[in-house]
């Protein structure tokens, strides 16, 4: 429980009405109840939280009510985020390594680290302090897991991947499986061995069922900050830049490289061996088949500027009436030809 009044202090805001009130939830506001907190990043929205049951509304400066205490604060929404790791924290895990583990005896774990039910651990793996693997989850020869690391049950890790501190990887999600890599030879083909490896920076997460495949040589690296989605699909060699978002379905063909802040929204698919430039932006569904550069945003596939997309969209709209139109012309067109014949 927290008084208005500390979580104000905490998220450096600005108290109005009783600052002492006892805060002992947060709520969206159709489901508040007395003592919680909810916020509202527009008039609309406060509309809404003032006729709820909620105690304190988050608001952006300027706002008022007639009804409600208010924090105000410059983003109500990040205000939030910061908000709800106090009121539900994050699980945690015991120090230890649980009997149905399987513990290669060249294997370092750090003390304070857990090992749950039915984990497999390669020989020469490093686990560092605090870092939780919950269960089921089997981590290959030579890999590095920094600290504060968490994977969550039946994530599988190849061997040799390096994993920095405060990475979330999600159920069901494999690091280092095999690229896709084949040559054609006497009609059939033979595979390319994939002997690289994965490197995943710090205060990286990585949703469920995801896959990152091993370089073919060297190593995939997704940089610092990045965030993945489920259901993304990264092949060899691909190197992601700091603070990327991929959202949820997306495709990359190997050796594509993506700098600093590139966005990409769901169920786009990335050929290989392109450049994304810093803060590039790849609409849903886009087929990206060319370099972006920095900061352009594209749509459609194939993949193009945003502006020149929807002109073609709005274009392609109007063909129906278009075709029409053209019928009538040629109509009348044949109609005076043979009136002047």
């Known amino acids: 429980m927290f008084t208005v009044t500390s979580l104000a202090e905490k998220l ?3 108290v109005i009405g ?3 009130t006892i805060i002992t939830g947060v709520s969206p506001a159709d489901q508040a109840q007395i003592g919680h907190l909810t916020f509202a990043e527009k008039a609309g929205y406060l509309e809404a939280a003032e006729t709820s049951a909620a105690s304190a509304v988050l608001v952006p400066m300027g706002f008022e009510s007639a009804s409600k205490i208010l924090i105000r604060v410059k983003d109500p929404r990040i205000a939030m985020a910061k908000v709800l790791p106090l009121f539900f924290p994050e699980e945690t895990f015991s120090a230890g390594v649980h009997p ?3 513990v290669d005896s060249s294997a370092v774990i750090h003390p304070t680290a857990h090992i749950g039910p039915h984990c497999v651990i390669g020989a020469e793996v490093m686990i560092g302090e605090r870092s939780a693997l919950i269960g089921g989850n089997h981590i290959g020869r030579g890999s590095k ?3 504060d690391v968490r994977l969550h049950p039946n994530v599988v890790i190849y061997s040799r991947t390096q994993i920095g501190n405060r990475v979330c990887i999600h159920s069901g999600t494999i690091i280092g499986a095999d690229g896709y890599g084949y040559v ?3 009609g059939q083909h033979r595979k390319m061995l994939q002997v690289g490896h994965v490197i995943i920076h710090d ?3 990585i949703g469920s069922n995801t896959s990152i ?4 040589l060297g190593a995939t690296i997704i940089g610092n900050g990045t965030k993945i989605d489920n259901l993304v699909h990264v092949a060899h060699n691909v190197v992601m830049g700091r603070h990327c978002l991929i959202m949820g379905q997306v495709g990359f063909a190997g050796s594509t490289q993506l700098s600093d802040y590139v966005v990409i929204a769901s169920q786009s698919g990335i050929a290989g061996h392109l450049k994304l430039g810093p803060q590039a932006t790849v609409g849903a569904k886009s087929g ?9 945003t594209v749509l459609g596939y194939p993949a193009t500027p945003d502006k020149q997309a929807k002109r073609q969209w709005i274009a392609m709209a109007q063909l129906p009436d278009a075709i029409k139109r053209i019928k009538e012309l040629e109509k009348r067109i044949d109609q005076l030809s043979k009136l002047e014949s």
């Not at 495949?213 to 073919?216: I, K, L, V, Y």
């Not at 990206?288 to 352009?296: K, L, N, S, T, Y």
């Open 12 to 14: 450096g805001g600005e």
């Open 18 to 20: 009783d600052g002492t």
């Open 100 to 102: 149905s583990a399987v």
């Open 145 to 147: 897991i920094g600290q």
């Open 184 to 186: 054609f030879d006497q």
């Open 203 to 205: 205060d990286v997460e």
């Open 213 to 216: 495949d091993r370089g073919a």
């Open 288 to 296: 990206v088949m060319r370099d972006i550069p920095a900061g352009e």
